[in-house]
């Protein structure tokens, strides 16, 4: 049978030597114990829970090179040293990129280091040091539950973050108010839509963080009613990975969105789902992301805080605290194809074999083809009184594919013939009558042949609207047209006037067929954005009213 344990415990002692070379051990050092952030230039003690819970684990794992070694506990030791003088009285401590006195950044460490000091208590050899660092983590959940049940929070996701620091320290420390806390917060009731998401729909980030928040309470507070949001989520997140094994996050209200990320963190929720039901669908999500981390050389090395995204700490605890996640149900072969549509969320996503698409709506980015490994996005511009990017107001399925439309409308303000405060002009222009009034529709029909999408684009209503229909494209690559050879380099752009263009990167290649454009402004297009800074941008252009169909094809390398 295959061992999860002993494949995530390889993967991240490769970490350990990095971690402990980081540490400044010079007395003489005003840093001594600290570990300086690379990128930033200064320690930020909300990370140290990082390599605290690493090396508990690598000192207690059994096939651990670094079992028994004292110098992990030392360093541990050390940094939680480190961790308590960060903390204020009222047991808050700052997370200096950005909030000061801040209870949520305790909570974040409270968590994983809960789980290191239940293994500690599990595995206990009765050594000097393992006492050491048991007495300064309990001084730590001390003053850091008192700055918790005091403190508060700004988003959404942090108030389940808050729950399970609280209910681990209800548990830990004995103190019911801990517990009358997390109720507090609880009782909102839990931001988890009939599909899945969460208010941030962060899928490559915060539903991680809340999903591990809810199977922490559900457990210490013995409320496995919660799980079923879980078990939503990950649900929905299935169906959001895409065919080069990262998950869709464009429609993420959080800083993930259009990020590229990989759902390795994902792996523990569905481990513990799979053991906690029996479940072969989520035991063979998890056997998925296993493979996910192998076929992608999981270099955890490259992380360290840096990243932030993966982490294979975490699990490394559960394994040592609970032998029943190594008895997996068989999993299930997982496979994508077919379609989902939340109409609450606005998402459409359509898997077959190695491709994808994603149609959103109320977003700019509404369009997202991806063949394998390569990806093309789309927003569609115009000139319509500055109002920019076309953003569908909805999503229906047609005979032959799906349609997304908007409709808008805009004119002119009359005089009110009447004396009023010109502090007040904004707040009142809703009384003015209207004239002239304007209107602008665009309809997007997409049609699905195989590995090729065809795209009508129609925009009516006001005449001679400037606008423009923008191709994302990863930079580094070329592209070819009849007559044209050229570098698709990051910010920069070309606009196809007539014809076929293919764009070919190491990954893959699109072929965009029957392109048009009749002017040349693209990025100076007023309520539009310039091209991306990160990407190449293929544009087409005219004017209302418009009328085009084009056809893009993914191909392989």
């Given at each position: 049978?295959?061992?999860?344990?002993?494949?995530?415990?390889?993967?991240?002692?490769?970490m350990?030597?990095?971690?402990?070379?980081?540490?400044?051990?010079?007395?003489?050092?005003?840093?001594?114990?600290?570990?300086?952030?690379?990128e930033?230039?200064?320690?930020?003690?909300?990370?140290?829970?990082?390599?605290?819970?690493?090396?508990?684990?690598?000192?207690?794992?059994?096939?651990?090179?670094y079992?028994?070694?004292?110098?992990?506990?030392?360093?541990?030791?050390?940094?939680?040293?480190?961790?308590?003088?960060?903390?204020?009285?009222?047991?808050t401590?700052?997370?200096r990129?950005?909030?000061?006195?801040?209870?949520?950044?305790?909570?974040?460490t409270?968590?994983?280091?809960?789980h290191?000091y239940?293994?500690?208590?599990?595995?206990?050899t009765?050594?000097?040091?393992?006492?050491?660092?048991?007495?300064?983590?309990?001084?730590?959940?001390?003053?850091?539950?008192?700055?918790?049940?005091?403190?508060g929070?700004h988003?959404?996701?942090?108030?389940?973050?808050?729950?399970?620091?609280?209910?681990?320290?209800?548990?830990?420390?004995?103190?019911?108010?801990?517990?009358?806390?997390?109720m507090?917060?609880?009782?909102?009731?839990?931001?988890?839509?009939?599909?899945?998401e969460?208010?941030?729909?962060?899928?490559?980030?915060y539903?991680i963080?809340?999903?591990?928040?809810?199977?922490?309470?559900?457990?210490?507070l013995?409320?496995?009613?919660?799980?079923s949001?879980?078990?939503?989520?990950?649900?929905?997140?299935?169906t959001?990975?895409?065919?080069?094994?990262?998950?869709?996050?464009?429609?993420?209200?959080?800083?993930?969105?259009?990020?590229?990320?990989?759902?390795?963190?994902?792996?523990?929720?569905?481990?513990?789902?799979?053991?906690?039901?029996?479940?072969?669908?989520?035991?063979?999500?998890a056997?998925?992301?296993l493979?996910?981390?192998k076929?992608?050389?999981?270099?955890?090395?490259?992380?360290?805080?840096?990243?932030?995204?993966?982490?294979?700490?975490?699990?490394?605890?559960?394994?040592?605290l609970?032998?029943?996640?190594?008895?997996?149900?068989?999993?299930?072969?997982?496979?994508?194809?077919?379609?989902?549509?939340?109409?609450?969320?606005?998402?459409?996503?359509?898997?077959?074999?190695?491709m994808?698409?994603?149609?959103?709506?109320?977003?700019?980015?509404f369009?997202?083809?991806?063949?394998k490994?390569?990806?093309?996005?789309?927003?569609?511009?115009?000139?319509?009184?500055?109002?920019?990017?076309?953003?569908?107001?909805?999503?229906?399925?047609?005979?032959d594919?799906y349609?997304l439309?908007?409709?808008?409308?805009?004119?002119?303000?009359?005089?009110?013939?009447?004396k009023?405060?010109?502090s007040?002009?904004?707040?009142?222009?809703?009384?003015?009558?209207?004239?002239?009034m304007?209107?602008?529709?665009?309809?997007?029909?997409?049609?699905?042949?195989?590995?090729?999408?065809y795209v009508?684009?129609?925009?009516?209503?006001?005449?001679d609207?400037?606008?423009?229909?923008?191709?994302?494209?990863?930079?580094?690559?070329?592209?070819?047209?009849?007559?044209?050879?050229?570098?698709?380099?990051?910010?920069?752009?070309?606009?196809?006037?007539?014809?076929d263009a293919?764009?070919?990167?190491?990954?893959?290649?699109?072929?965009?067929?029957?392109?048009?454009a009749?002017?040349?402004?693209?990025?100076?297009?007023?309520?539009?954005?310039?091209?991306?800074?990160?990407?190449y941008?293929?544009?087409?252009?005219?004017?209302?009213?418009?009328?085009h169909?084009?056809?893009?094809?993914?191909?392989?390398?």
């Amino acid at each position: 049978m295959r061992s999860h344990s002993e494949e995530i415990a390889k993967f991240a002692q490769g970490m350990t030597d990095k971690l402990l070379s980081m540490q400044n051990l010079n007395q003489e050092s005003p840093d001594y114990g600290k570990i300086i952030m690379p990128e930033k230039g200064y320690e930020e003690p909300g990370a140290y829970h990082i390599p605290i819970v690493h090396f508990v684990g690598q000192y207690y794992y059994p096939s651990s090179p670094y079992r028994g070694d004292e110098k992990l506990l030392k360093a541990a030791s050390l940094l939680i040293d480190k961790l308590l003088d960060a903390m204020h009285e009222d047991g808050t401590m700052d997370l200096r990129e950005t909030n000061f006195h801040d209870a949520t950044a305790v909570a974040f460490t409270f968590i994983p280091l809960a789980h290191a000091y239940r293994v500690i208590k599990k595995h206990d050899t009765g050594t000097v040091v393992e006492k050491e660092v048991l007495t300064k983590m309990f001084e730590f959940f001390t003053l850091g539950a008192e700055g918790i049940v005091n403190g508060g929070f700004h988003t959404p996701n942090h108030r389940w973050v808050m729950a399970a620091a609280l209910s681990l320290a209800y548990n830990i420390l004995g103190d019911n108010n801990y517990r009358k806390e997390a109720m507090k917060y609880l009782n909102e009731g839990i931001d988890c839509d009939q599909e899945g998401e969460y208010i941030e729909r962060s899928s490559g980030v915060y539903d991680i963080a809340i999903n591990e928040s809810l199977i922490v309470v559900a457990q210490e507070l013995d409320m496995p009613e919660l799980l079923s949001h879980v078990v939503r989520n990950m649900r929905k997140n299935f169906t959001y990975f895409e065919p080069d094994g990262t998950i869709c996050t464009l429609n993420s209200r959080r800083y993930d969105n259009g990020l590229k990320y990989y759902p390795l963190r994902h792996y523990l929720n569905a481990l513990i789902l799979a053991v906690k039901f029996n479940d072969s669908f989520f035991a063979g999500m998890a056997e998925y992301i296993l493979d996910l981390m192998k076929q992608k050389e999981y270099k955890l090395v490259d992380y360290l805080f840096t990243g932030g995204k993966e982490d294979v700490h975490t699990p490394i605890l559960y394994f040592l605290l609970y032998d029943e996640l190594s008895d997996l149900v068989k999993p299930q072969k997982l496979t994508w194809d077919g379609q989902w549509y939340y109409p609450i969320n606005g998402v459409l996503r359509y898997r077959h074999d190695d491709m994808s698409l994603t149609l959103l709506k109320e977003r700019e980015v509404f369009f997202k083809y991806q063949k394998k490994n390569t990806a093309l996005a789309m927003k569609i511009g115009s000139c319509f009184f500055g109002q920019g990017y076309f953003t569908p107001q909805s999503i229906e399925e047609t005979e032959d594919g799906y349609r997304l439309k908007s409709i808008t409308q805009q004119g002119y303000y009359k005089p009110l013939n009447k004396k009023i405060d010109s502090s007040e002009f904004y707040n009142i222009r809703h009384t003015r009558e209207k004239t002239q009034m304007q209107k602008h529709e665009t309809t997007v029909d997409i049609q699905i042949a195989g590995s090729e999408i065809y795209v009508k684009v129609k925009m009516d209503g006001t005449k001679d609207v400037p606008m423009k229909i923008e191709l994302m494209l990863d930079a580094g690559g070329i592209l070819e047209t009849e007559d044209t050879i050229m570098r698709g380099e990051k910010g920069t752009s070309a606009i196809i006037k007539n014809g076929d263009a293919v764009y070919t990167t190491s990954s893959g290649s699109f072929k965009i067929s029957n392109c048009t454009a009749t002017h040349h402004n693209t990025g100076n297009m007023r309520g539009t954005a310039q091209e991306s800074a990160t990407q190449y941008t293929v544009y087409m252009t005219g004017f209302t009213p418009f009328d085009h169909t084009f056809k893009i094809c993914g191909g392989d390398i």
